[in-house]
């Protein structure tokens, strides 16, 4: 690759993308993007606009010739590209809020990428997702798709499972995590590595090193004694000192809504109650005055208000993972994989969140062996209904759709699933052509 | 084998001991004993003497010459037995009613064998029963040990892992859906055959044959037509039957606890209010009445009343099993066993309840092949739990039974897993010497 | 069922049929069989009808209304059919006696089941095989295809990857090695049991149990003192007592080829050298012998000579095991089958040779857990070997059945391996239509 | 680790210690050491003291203050070490030379690391190097111990099972595959990656990359076309062109004595009677020329023919390796490590030789899946053979050690290993005190 690279932001006109593209300025030395074509639906267009401007302003300003382009035409921007990023959200805000709501009214968790929320986002996304590879098994087979919509971990297993892309499945939850324990420990985070196992928002910090010296129980008790580890986007919750003790690793932020069930519920009702809306209707506010930002068109940088949302850290996990590719660096990352043995009491053939070599061939995983029994059984439940969602949001059978919900752990029973579904299937009818 | 057999009865003293005596009389051709051994402690003192009283008035109507032994002296009777069976049940009725109230009090299903019940029940028993298996060894090393003591998946897991004890877990569920079967179809239950597959109180009916004919869909229309498949003990609720047809298999009656979670939990709570008391206040009265009817010393066979307990079948199953392996039958039972790769997404080492070959040498699984997705969440999720149970129970590590009342599907959350687990570490502190 | 059964016998002509007529005859009352269909091809419409004629007198002799038909169109003797026995010999034996010959001029064990021989058997025999499975797949869906046609272990790994047809391997190796150490303790074969384990004609007796108690290392004694077990078609040697000692379990008369190859080798060479030929050309005159019996018309039962053949038993164990089907009677034979985990460090996908259950549904195996490691290498090597030869079968490439030959213990280099796979490509350019 | 660093050489007196000492000269600026002890036994110490001294003059000569010990001590030297790095040869050279030639007096391959000579050779080391463990498990358990010594697959394989030793086995054969490809290639080494899979001497590589582009096949044709891929210690035969092309991936040196078993064994043979001995009486040779060179007290460099021994590469890869686990690199190198479901087709618990990650916290191997079939059968043949080699070295139990020669696939049959074992006993007896 001595000619720079093109690179194809699918769903470019979100507001995560000024993120990308400072991620990409300040790579810029060691990866030559030439051109970067910013790709979205009509319903986006004003958006991709307004971002598209300012990404140009961004290079600008940094002294760059990275050529930004403006399409709705997908498979353009997919020709000959060297990566494709994946930031799709089908049916919008508006369709996390149904996400978030239909469960609610069950006094079920309503979560955009865990629970049903995020079982019905995953239907909505894998057809448009499979639509996408398609095109890149015509348009640039050689491609790496880099996936960062959620539910990101049944998203690639779609992939993995039904196309011959070379995809990577990316969250910025573990890099979250890495950068909250270097907080709590007040060093720099690259000083920190953790030992990640799991699946994606289901990822535990097996063990946590310091200049590679292991540290995990000085974290733990730290945690214990209240120093948080959590996202934006989840309520501020402590984890309960015996838990913690007990669990022996580091839960993820997002292990609140499978080990705080009650409490979290609580919150989000009281939120919902409160007039404060579900979390899209905050961040619809917040997009909002994001985009009235963006069009400033004095604004040549990332606003600081971004970081703001769940989804900071974004723009360095996937910039830092093209670059590891491109440069063949031989680089860890923690990604979302096939198995391959790595975990071995789970099948070879599923996608697991886990630290991986990154390389010119992509990603493998390093071999953790078995799961401790700790978390073997919340893990092997939660895969089992990720490979339903996988195939209910493939075939659009009813009855898979159904066992799907039933096995997932946050659902309390058979009667609720069927609610659920039924409301989902309905409130979402325009994005599921492939339920009948 | 020239000489009869001597056979220990562990919880001798229990109401259903008149099914055991009358399983051991029905088969007195095939399976000649010349000893059975009543054993119990010094508070089942009396309901063992009526008990006693009883079986020896039923053999000597029977015509047979089989000797009955009452004795407090568990060593006594285990010495040189040919078959040990268990079935105690530590801390009487007045602990189960303990281990059904407590859940309840926190909006969690109170039942004496799954849920936090089991586990309550489970951590009692495994310091008693590896007692027991020490007497075995040291006594009878030769001995098969048949235990229906509940949970029984655990407590042979206890066994097949802490001791040399060679044991086979017993359980009326499976032989009880092979007869309900039968009379949905008004058959023969002898014409009926079952390829059941799980653990214990978690199997499940993958395939169902009628003379050698695969009828498995024609009865799950039946049952999602309201035929129900129940024991005497569970509530009696009709599956969902889009619930049936996506499963596609037959689910055990106590798989309500885990799919109909709610409504079962519901039906307990009325009940408990309504005054009718938790199922142990149900059985301590059908008990009593039990032994009212015992102490009658005209009375020389078992009473049609006891059949109304959930426990039904269970002298059946433990004879006829009993039986199979003197007469080194290679007969098929469906018992609780080392899995030995027949399941072969679980670990070799964990025990099953699944179709075994029976023989002079024991229980051997037939081969299964891996757990459909459908189910192996679920029984992935419930063996982790069942594992860290069996720890707990042997070490009285706090932190261990945390997380295994967490592990467990039908506890919400770690907030209430704790009081849960807190209320039953004080309620049962004398039956639990393991836990400082 | 209620009709007799119709069963095709594809090789009708076989010298063996005999048995097998013998075997439905003894079984007639608990296997009621309408029609039995002999076929064969052009050039064995002597044979078949001489076998057929013999057939038709013995049953007359029997007193039963079975009907035999003699034909050389498959379809029609498949058609519908309730049984389909495969015995035949593609090349005949003629070709037999190439596969021994071909190994034999590079000092190679020249074995018609093991070794290039029994590569050179499989590969004529895969295509065939799969044609009279596309039959039966047509003809009779339901029908249950009894495989004899050695190699059985491979020929029926490729049927089950291969076809839909519903299918068991079928080996007089694990009934004779039952017989054999009936004879050595002078005691009656239905009291003694083995427990299997491995692969066709790499069949260990992992247990030997004599009215259920555990006699294996009385056996061993017996069998390192001398006692042989062996069959018709393989020389008499006596295994090393050391080894016996050291492997702890029961090995298969054909195990000789593998843990005495030097001495084997030289006992084919010195009876090759010395006139007597081959296996093949021994069987050929005794095969002669037997047809100028069989034409005799007043000659209405199973000579005696048949039995001096190596397939001794076949006829038992094949109707017995037809019988457990058609009876549904749940009991134990040793047959290949799909692993499904039985054996649990092989693949649940592969073919082993294993105690089963059998039953209307088939054969299942009965879960062993792993391999010893004393067995484990051997039994891998030769999976892979089979496997590879299957493919080599179906695909007809040239790489692949070079590779399959490598992997096989008895070839012991490259060099040797290519000139060999020439050979038998040059020699049985007829029957390999898949390699162009 | 702010001081520098203490490294004991067991088998110090080696004439492979000046590659190690210039090992530590070259990468001096990123890892400090301050002592070196070099460590042998009584009759190595003349070796020890002329070895030494060359070290002492070669850091000097670099301008290095790193002290060079000499002791006869083991304890001294393994006392609060960091690194203790083995490459101890239990007998000496003489012994090598009764290993080569016992086996050939059988006609069998006489070799020091595979087939026979490995096993005794193996068998000898065992006890050896496990008291090397207890030394290191009391004087300094948190030392890494650096195995170089041979068979290192079943050296390391021992350390892992039976003691706490932090340990990871090195071989210089994938490191020599780099070099020779980039020879072959005319590029340089360090931009051909090969992903390693296998054992120690029987690892395959599976896909070559030139600068991250996979050029496997290129590779493969041009090996085939004859470019020699070899080591100086292994007779220069050419592969096959069909079995490279078979293969599809490049086998390493020495599995031509798997493959070519015949051609080796022929000139191994040719070699023995010509009057060049086995390969052990020519070493002796090149160390006695090597240490007359040694003496000369000008000389104060790694004197050029040091390089043609089988050894080449040890100290870069061995110095390479440390300095990767001192500074916490993270860098991929090809070592012995415990499986871990890496290769998923094999157990978790036995070692493999792959391409793993080296950090502070050791060597983590990366995930490969599925052994291909092609290599699956010899790679498990030959762990059970290294398996039953530990257990037999461990115990020194006779039937084990004839079990694990049986399972070496160079050994063509029990008679033969049987002589072959004898004469080890004998002929090794004052170095085997476990075989009583």
Same mark, same amino acid.
């Given at each position: 690759?001595?000619?720079?690279?093109?690179?194809?932001?699918?769903?470019?006109?979100?507001?995560?993308?000024?993120?990308l593209?400072?991620?990409?300025?300040?790579?810029?030395?060691?990866?030559?993007?030439?051109?970067?074509y910013?790709?979205?639906?009509?319903?986006?267009?004003?958006?991709?606009?307004?971002?598209?401007?300012?990404?140009?302003?961004?290079?600008?300003?940094?002294?760059?010739?990275?050529?930004?382009?403006?399409?709705?035409?997908?498979?353009?921007?997919?020709?000959?590209?060297?990566?494709?990023?994946?930031?799709?959200?089908? =049916?919008?805000?508006?369709?996390?809020?149904?996400?978030?709501?239909?469960?609610?009214?069950?006094?079920?968790? =309503?979560?955009?990428?865990?629970?049903?929320?995020?079982?019905?986002?995953?239907?909505?996304?894998?057809?448009?997702?499979?639509d996408?590879?398609?095109?890149?098994?015509?348009?640039?087979?050689?491609?790496?798709?880099?996936?960062?919509?959620?539910?990101?971990?049944?998203?690639?297993?779609?992939?993995?499972?039904?196309?011959n892309?070379?995809?990577? =499945?990316?969250?910025?939850?573990?890099?979250?995590?890495?950068?909250?324990?270097?907080?709590?420990?007040?060093?720099?985070?690259?000083?920190?590595?953790?030992?990640?196992?799991?699946?994606?928002?289901?990822?535990?910090?097996?063990?946590?090193?310091?200049?590679?010296?292991n540290?995990t129980?000085?974290?733990?008790?730290?945690?214990s004694?209240?120093?948080?580890?959590?996202?934006?986007?989840?309520?501020?919750?402590?984890?309960?000192?015996?838990?913690?003790?007990?669990?022996?690793?580091?839960?993820?932020?997002?292990?609140?809504?499978?080990y705080?069930?009650?409490?979290?519920?609580?919150?989000?009702?009281?939120?919902?109650?409160?007039?404060e809306?579900?979390?899209?209707?905050?961040?619809?506010?917040?997009e909002?005055?994001?985009?009235?930002?963006?069009?400033n068109?004095?604004?040549?940088?990332?606003?600081?208000?971004?970081?703001?949302?769940?989804?900071?850290?974004?723009?360095?996990?996937?910039?830092?993972?093209?670059s590891?590719?491109?440069?063949?660096?031989?680089?860890?990352?923690?990604?979302?994989?096939?198995?391959?043995?790595?975990?071995?009491?789970?099948?070879?053939?599923?996608?697991?969140?886990?630290?991986?070599?990154?390389?010119?061939? =992509?990603?493998?995983?390093?071999?953790?062996?078995?799961?401790?029994?700790?978390?073997?059984?919340?893990?092997?439940?939660?895969?089992?209904?990720?490979?339903?969602?996988?195939?209910?949001?493939?075939?659009?059978?009813?009855?898979?759709?159904?066992?799907?919900l039933?096995?997932?752990p946050?659902?309390?029973?058979?009667?609720?699933?069927?609610?659920?579904?039924?409301d989902?299937?309905?409130?979402?009818?325009?994005?599921?052509?492939?339920?009948?």
């Open positions: 690759m001595n000619k720079g690279l093109k690179v194809a932001v699918i769903g470019g006109g979100s507001s995560y993308t000024p993120e593209i400072e991620g990409f300025i300040i790579r810029a030395k060691e990866l030559p993007v030439d051109d970067i910013l790709v979205d639906i009509e319903e986006g267009k004003e958006k991709l606009s307004i971002v598209g401007e300012l990404a140009k302003r961004m290079f600008f300003k940094a002294g760059l010739k990275t050529r930004v382009h403006m399409t709705l035409d997908r498979k353009e921007a997919i020709e000959d590209a060297d990566f494709v990023i994946t930031q799709i959200r089908v =049916g919008g805000l508006e369709a996390r809020a149904r996400d978030e709501r239909i469960p609610l009214r069950y006094n079920v968790i =309503g979560q955009e990428t865990t629970g049903p929320g995020g079982f019905a986002k995953a239907i909505r996304t894998i057809p448009v997702i499979l996408i590879c398609r095109d890149i098994e015509e348009l640039s087979p050689d491609a790496w798709l880099i996936n960062f919509t959620n539910p990101a971990g049944i998203i690639t297993e779609a992939v993995l499972r039904y196309t892309v070379k995809t990577i =499945g990316l969250c910025n939850v573990p890099i979250g995590m890495v950068n909250n324990v270097a907080k709590i420990l007040n060093v720099d985070s690259k000083r920190v590595r953790i030992e990640f196992v799991g699946l994606n928002h289901m990822v535990y910090g097996k063990e946590i090193y310091l200049d590679g010296k540290i129980s000085t974290v733990l008790k730290k945690l004694d209240s120093a948080l580890i959590n996202m934006n986007n989840i309520p501020d919750l402590n984890w309960d000192k015996d838990f913690i003790y007990s669990l022996g690793m580091l839960p993820c932020p997002y292990h609140r809504y499978f705080m069930t009650d409490e979290i519920l609580e919150e989000e009702i009281k939120a919902f109650q409160s007039g809306g579900t979390r899209a209707q905050q961040v619809m506010k917040i909002k005055d994001l985009f009235e930002k963006y069009k068109p004095s604004l040549d940088e990332k606003p600081k208000e971004l970081e703001k949302r769940g989804g900071a850290y974004y723009s360095d996990a996937a910039v830092s993972l093209i590891a590719i491109y440069n063949d660096k031989e680089e860890i990352h923690t990604v979302n994989v096939r198995n391959n043995g790595a975990i071995s009491n789970l099948p070879d053939d599923v996608v697991v969140e886990i630290n991986s070599v990154i390389s010119k061939t =992509g990603a493998k995983p390093i071999a953790f062996g078995k799961l401790p029994i700790k978390i073997n059984g919340l893990i092997q439940q939660v895969k089992s209904y990720e490979l339903l969602t996988v195939k209910a949001g493939v075939t659009g059978d009813y009855y898979t759709a159904l066992m799907a039933i096995a997932n946050l659902v309390p029973s058979v009667k609720i699933a069927k609610k659920i579904l039924n989902i299937l309905v409130q979402n009818r325009d994005y599921l052509p492939q339920f009948k």
